[in-house]
Every structure is written in structure tokens, then in C-alpha cells.
């Protein structure tokens, strides 16, 4: 098992929600983390700010570097991982967890929202992997873990564009796995069973509580992932539930929302609108 302490992590889109979780996660088992988001304040509507988070990480007695990065800009990203190894002299882990959100049909999506997923999800994790990848290899050793579904055809239904989006982060899973499998650099990719409490369940009102598991169960994927030796695991695409199953865990009644409920997993086939 991989000792975190004293690890560098890298976490997009950590200001709030799932980003901000794992990046605490991390920390309290002694990792170091980069707070990568575009947020510098916070707003009742938007709590949270890469300020905050770093200030939460540092409480837990590790260090924290938060940048301002927007993951649509290529310089951004590159200067991400230059101050991020300037900092801390590597990058262990990636998570690519920035993320756009837009469901909607092909008739009600314009271009510039096709363009705002593709841009954000498939290209900003493609940029983020090109970024730290050379010092990944420099160092041989690295764990990479990109927020995106398995290849299930039945996600795009209702919402093509954001699946274009998410499927082609899960397809860099799969063909960098191979590519970086030599060096010692583990690519896998992470997916909720069920609906995750978060910014974007609350704001496009996707279900009630009572149906949405805390981020935690992600961060408990993590650090399992991030514990293992990079030959270990790679080119996977894992659902959350799923792998602890298999790690041995049986009792998820800790990460349901709502005491005493039992969260559904996401049945794709289904319209899970926003609303």
C-alpha cells in the first residue's frame, strides 16, 4: 500500500462540491494539494473559493497552492503544472474532475454549449493529462483519474452533447492507460452508481435528497485508487459502489444524504432530466 503522506495531488474544479471533498480527503491523509478552479470568491449562490478550500487543506496540517485555472485555456493549464512542480518538485496524482453540465436534446443545445462541454470535459482532461504527464514520467510514478462513465450508449439519450463530452474523457482513460502503462502511470476513470450531492444536483435540480449519496463514497474510491501501486489498476472505468464492493465493503448506509434512505443507481435508460 502507497503512503499518501507528503503526495502532491492536483484536483480540478476543487472550490466546491466533489472537487473541494476530495481535496479535503486528501489531505487529512497527509497529501499535498493543488486547488486548480476558476473560482476566487465565494457567493451565496456559489459557496466556496479556491482561497477556501486551501485554507481548509492547510487547517488539516498540509500545504496547499490554489491557482486560478480556467480548464478552457491551454497557457492556464500549462502554467498549472509548471507552478505546481515549482511548488512541490512533483505532481502524484491527477483528478480531472472539473466538470460542464448541459442536458438537453440536440434540437435545444447551440453551438456554443456543445462547445462549452467539449471544451471544459473532453479537452480541458486532455490538456490537464498532457500537462503533468511529463512530470509523471520524470518521476515514474503516477496515479490519474478522470470523472467520467463507463461506455454506456444509453447516457446520451436526452443529453448527446455533455455524452459526447464525458464519453471522449472515458475514451483518454482507456487509450493513455496503454500509452503511459510502461511508466509506471495508472489512468482510470470514476463514476457515481447513484446521483452525488453537489453544486449541479442542487442547481439543476436533479432529484430530492433522499436519492443522492454524499461525495464521500468518491473520496473513499480515491484513496483506495491512489493507494495501490499504478500497475496495480489501470485503463478502468470504475463505478464508485462497484469497486468498494469489491474492496470489501458492504455497509453504504454512511453516504446516503438523507439518514435511513437508500439512494437508486442511475438507470440511464430512464429521463433523468434537469427538473
Known amino acids: 500500500m502507497i503512503d499518501l503522506r507528503d503526495r502532491v495531488a492536483l484536483v480540478t474544479g476543487a472550490s466546491r462540491g466533489i472537487g473541494r471533498a476530495m481535496a479535503l480527503g486528501l489531505a487529512r491523509h497527509g497529501c499535498h494539494v493543488v486547488i486548480a478552479a476558476k473560482s476566487t470568491t465565494s457567493r451565496e449562490e456559489l459557496p466556496g473559493s479556491i482561497y477556501s478550500v486551501a485554507e481548509e487543506v492547510e487547517k488539516l496540517g498540509v500545504s496547499a497552492l490554489p491557482l486560478v485555472v480556467d480548464v478552457r485555456f491551454e497557457e492556464q493549464i500549462d502554467a498549472m503544472a509548471r507552478e505546481a512542480e515549482a511548488r512541490f518538485g512533483r505532481i502524484d496524482f491527477l483528478i480531472n474532475n472539473a466538470g460542464a453540465l448541459f442536458?438537453?436534446?440536440?434540437?435545444e443545445t447551440p453551438a456554443k454549449r456543445f462547445d462549452l462541454v467539449m471544451d471544459v470535459n473532453a479537452r480541458g482532461a486532455f490538456l490537464c493529462c498532457r500537462a503533468v504527464l511529463p512530470i509523471m514520467m520524470r518521476q515514474r510514478f503516477g496515479h490519474i483519474i478522470n470523472m467520467s462513465p463507463p461506455l454506456e450508449p444509453r447516457l446520451a439519450v436526452g443529453k448527446i452533447a455533455y455524452a459526447i463530452s464525458k464519453l471522449g474523457m472515458t475514451l483518454l482513460t482507456v487509450g493513455l492507460a496503454e500509452e503511459v502503462r510502461a511508466e509506471n502511470i495508472a489512468v482510470n476513470s470514476l463514476w457515481p452508481a447513484t446521483m452525488i450531492e453537489s453544486q449541479a444536483t442542487i442547481h439543476w435540480q436533479l432529484g430530492r435528497?433522499?436519492?443522492?449519496?454524499?461525495?464521500?463514497?468518491?473520496?473513499?474510491?480515491?484513496?483506495?485508487?491512489?493507494?495501490?501501486?499504478?500497475?496495480?489498476?489501470?485503463?478502468?472505468?470504475?463505478?464508485?459502489?462497484?469497486?468498494?464492493?469489491?474492496?470489501?465493503?458492504?455497509?453504504?448506509?454512511?453516504?446516503?444524504?438523507?439518514?435511513?434512505?437508500?439512494?437508486?443507481?442511475?438507470?440511464?435508460?430512464?429521463?433523468i432530466s434537469p427538473g
Open 103 to 107: 442536458w438537453k436534446p440536440l434540437l
Open 209 to 271: 435528497p433522499e436519492l443522492w449519496r454524499k461525495p464521500d463514497i468518491l473520496v473513499d474510491c480515491v484513496l483506495r485508487l491512489f493507494r495501490k501501486s499504478p500497475g496495480e489498476i489501470t485503463g478502468r472505468t470504475l463505478i464508485d459502489e462497484d469497486f468498494l464492493r469489491d474492496e470489501g465493503v458492504t455497509d453504504f448506509s454512511q453516504y446516503a444524504c438523507v439518514p435511513g434512505t437508500n439512494p437508486p443507481r442511475i438507470d440511464w435508460s430512464l429521463d
